[in-house]
Each structure stands twice: as structure tokens, then as C-alpha cells.
């Protein structure tokens, strides 16, 4: 138990590898209190499943982590107070999800393949034009931001501001559960709620080949998004879309340079195929979503015992992708193995829209990389301690600093 008396997400030591704490808990404590968020962190694959596959008893609304609710805490950030995907049970949740569900159809994602690439070349020749680069700002962040701003519609005028809105909205949903609120992100907040308002009241009167007039205008007996609604769903896009597709990019790198053999097999046959194969293997080892949370509501059981209703839990996905009985050799990189059942994406209704686009970005980025890039590893810039930050939800490096030679 003497470890998982240090366990503490809030932690960047702990942060840096909190592998050995989640083998500990599978094994000791299925069923682990986490006393910070005020809720059990549930760590076996078996647990995990069964929970997102069961939404009548585990519900996705309503959840308080560390006695508070999303709602408040995003107000509190200044993102509003309006509920999104994630935070909905059916029959409303239902109702949007078909609702958005026809923007992400695998072949409205394919069709992006050439802008991903050509998006992915440009950075990659900007950020690999001195030996030395810093991999998160140059390619794993603005590349789905970028692209999340051009399906949505943003104008070119306003991308700039579009970035940084975003970075704003990813920090203060973080500091939401760390510290105060800075005011620049509330300001940043305000600022977009206004741009998507503007822009959902002109998709509305003169719609175009955009996201955003998909979701403003009545179609198939379904009625329209409200500015609110539009704006709460771009939110959700940046937070859900944006970070976990970034912090998948550096897992990914880091990853790989501390397993030279993966990357020699890379680089002696990057096809998308091999890369695809990295990127589902990155998914299981070094997960960039760490936990998922719902509400029981009812009495359950689960492998540490009995669960009270109306108890949170906090699903540990990344903890169930390293579950000998569901992999075996888990603590072990292994891109040709077979990764069917991984939960970084969830499961069930909740399971991510984005996973398609996610799995087109990342493969591309990084066969474009590895093709300009044979010998890349960690630069002298690199402290050896990578920095993780300290955020229950999503892991990944916050910087990275790469060499070409
Ligand atoms: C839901 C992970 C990329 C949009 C989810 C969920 C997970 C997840 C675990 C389920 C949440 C739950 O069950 O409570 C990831 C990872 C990504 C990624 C690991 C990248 C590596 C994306 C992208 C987008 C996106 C690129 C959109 C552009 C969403 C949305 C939901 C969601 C809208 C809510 C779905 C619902 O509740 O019905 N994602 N995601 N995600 N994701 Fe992703």
C-alpha cells in the first residue's frame, strides 16, 4: 500500500509515470479512494467496460468531482453553464448526438486526408528549419486546432484569435480544478462565446459548407442548435478535439524515442499502415485521456465491492489499457500487437466522434515527420524529466524539445 499512499494526480512526479500506482490499485484496490476529487478511481478492465457499457446505471450527468458540478465549474472558468455531449444521459443526449453525428461520417473525415497532409507539411518545414525544435507548438498543437477551426467554419481573419481562445479554454478548464480562474481566460471565454454567436446568427440566415450551418439550421424534423448550444459545442470540440489529438502526438514522439526499435521499424517502412499501427499502440500504452467520470445510479457491484448510488467514480480507461488480463505484457510498446478493446476512446454511446478524424491526423502527421526527420531524437534542450503538468483528465507532454541529428 505504500505506494499508493504517494498517489496523487495533482502531482507532476506522480504524473510523469502514474503506471506502477494504477498496476498497484488493479491489483490491491480496485476500488481506490482518491480523497482530492472526492471519489473511487475504478482501474480494471473488467470494472471499466462493464461501466461504460451500462449508461442506465452510470450516468454521464449531473457528476460531481470534488463536490462540484462541470456546469459550475465551466461557469466558473467562464465557459457558461451549458450542458454538451459529455455531460448528457439519453434521451437528450441522444437527440444531439444524431445531430452532429453527420458531420464526422467516416467519409466527410477521409475527405480531409489531403489538407491534414498539406497542413502537416507546412509546419513540419517551418518547425524543422533549425536542428533544434520544440515539437508541441510547432506541429502536435496547432495542427487540430487548425483543422477543428476550418470544419467549424471560423474565418481565416480570426484564426489567430480563434488559437488562442482555444489555449485560453483548455487552461482555465484545467486551473477550474487547480487554482483560480487568470482573468485572461475568462476574457478569452467571453470573446468566443461572442465570436460563436455572431457566427451561429449568420450561418443562420445564409448557411455554408461549414459545421457550424449544419448545426444552426433546422433539418429532418430536427430543430436547430441555439447560439448557446453551438457555442457550448465548440467548447467541447476544443477541450474534447484539440488536447487529447495533441497530447497523442507528443506521447506518440516520446514514445518512440525511448524505443528505438519501434522507431527504426517506423522509419524503414512508414506506411500509413505502420503508422497507424504506432498511433493505435501509443493509444493503449500512454493513453492522452486518463479518466472518464459518471454517477451510479443505483447500488452496484463492482470488483473492490458494493458502490452506493449517487456515488461518482472516476473511470480510469488508461489504467484498463495496461490490464494484463486484457493485454498481455502491458508495460511492454509493442506497435505489432494486436490493441482490439482499447478504451482511450471510450465505449458505448458516449464513445468519441472524433475518434475517426483523430485517426486520420495523427498517422499523417507522423509519416510526414518520420519522412523528413530519420534520425530524430530528444534535444539537449530536453530536461530528461518530461513535463506532464498535473490534470486527472488528459496526460501528455506540455513541451518537447526534438533534434533532426
Ligand atoms: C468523447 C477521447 C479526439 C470529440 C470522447 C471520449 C473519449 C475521447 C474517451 C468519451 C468520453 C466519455 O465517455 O465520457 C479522445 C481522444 C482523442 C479524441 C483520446 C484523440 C486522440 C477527439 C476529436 C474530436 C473529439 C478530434 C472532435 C473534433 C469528442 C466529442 C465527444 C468525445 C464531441 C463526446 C461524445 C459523446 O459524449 O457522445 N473522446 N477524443 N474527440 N470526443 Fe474525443
Redesign the pocket.
Known amino acids: 500500500m505504500d505506494l499508493l499512499s504517494r498517489f496523487d494526480f495533482f502531482n507532476p512526479e506522480v504524473m510523469r509515470n502514474p503506471y506502477p500506482y494504477f498496476a498497484q490499485m488493479r491489483e490491491k484496490a480496485p476500488l481506490f479512494y482518491d480523497a482530492k476529487l472526492q471519489a473511487p478511481l475504478v482501474s480494471r478492465y473488467e470494472d471499466v467496460s462493464y461501466i461504460?457499457k451500462n449508461p442506465a446505471l452510470f450516468s454521464?450527468a449531473q457528476i460531481r468531482i470534488a463536490g462540484k458540478l462541470p456546469t459550475e465549474r465551466s461557469q466558473e472558468a467562464g465557459l457558461g453553464a451549458v450542458d454538451?455531449?459529455?455531460t448528457?444521459d439519453p434521451p437528450v443526449?441522444t437527440r444531439?448526438?444524431g445531430r452532429?453525428n453527420r458531420a464526422?461520417t467516416p467519409k466527410q473525415i477521409n475527405a480531409l486526408e489531403p489538407r491534414v497532409r498539406e497542413l502537416s507539411r507546412e509546419c513540419i518545414t517551418e518547425m524543422t528549419a533549425s536542428n533544434e525544435f520544440e515539437f508541441m507548438s510547432g506541429l502536435a498543437s496547432p495542427l487540430?486546432v487548425t483543422?477543428?477551426a476550418e470544419?467549424l467554419g471560423v474565418d481565416t481573419s480570426r484564426r489567430r484569435d480563434f488559437k488562442r481562445w482555444s489555449d485560453a479554454v483548455v487552461n482555465s478548464s484545467n486551473a477550474s480544478f487547480t487554482g483560480k480562474t487568470p482573468e485572461e481566460a475568462v476574457r478569452s471565454a467571453k470573446e468566443m462565446l461572442a465570436y460563436m454567436t455572431e457566427v451561429a446568427e449568420a450561418r443562420r440566415r445564409e448557411p455554408r459548407d461549414d459545421l457550424i450551418s449544419l448545426l444552426v439550421q433546422d433539418s429532418e424534423g430536427q430543430e436547430a442548435l441555439t447560439p448557446e448550444e453551438v457555442n457550448s459545442?465548440a467548447v467541447?470540440?476544443l477541450l474534447?478535439?484539440?488536447e487529447?489529438?495533441t497530447?497523442?502526438l507528443g506521447n506518440a514522439l516520446t514514445t518512440l524515442i525511448r524505443h528505438p526499435e519501434a522507431y527504426e521499424w517506423l522509419r524503414r517502412d512508414p506506411t500509413p499502415a505502420t503508422c497507424a499501427a504506432v498511433i493505435e499502440e501509443t493509444?493503449r500504452y500512454d493513453?492522452?485521456?486518463l479518466t472518464?467520470?459518471?454517477r451510479t445510479t443505483q447500488e452496484v457491484e463492482l470488483s473492490g465491492g458494493k458502490v452506493p448510488a449517487e456515488t461518482t467514480l472516476m473511470?480510469l480507461?488508461s489504467s484498463a489499457n495496461h490490464d494484463p488480463r486484457k493485454f498481455s505484457d502491458p508495460e511492454r510498446f509493442d506497435p505489432r500487437r494486436d490493441t482490439t478493446g482499447l478504451?482511450?476512446?471510450?465505449?458505448?454511446?458516449?464513445?468519441?466522434?472524433?475518434?475517426p478524424?483523430?485517426?486520420l491526423?495523427?498517422p499523417v502527421a507522423l509519416q510526414e515527420l518520420v519522412a523528413r526527420t530519420p534520425r530524430l531524437g530528444f534535444s539537449p534542450r530536453q530536461p530528461e524529466n518530461i513535463d506532464y503538468g498535473s490534470s486527472f483528465f488528459l496526460r501528455g507532454p506540455r513541451s518537447l524539445w526534438l533534434q533532426k541529428n
Open positions: 461504460l454521464s454538451n455531449l459529455l448528457m443526449h444531439l448526438r452532429v464526422f487540430p483543422i477543428i470544419m459545442f467541447l470540440l474534447a478535439g484539440n487529447t489529438t497530447n497523442l493509444l493513453s492522452p485521456v472518464l467520470s459518471r473511470v480507461v478504451l482511450s476512446f471510450g465505449h458505448g454511446i458516449h464513445f468519441c466522434i472524433g475518434a478524424l483523430a485517426r491526423e495523427a
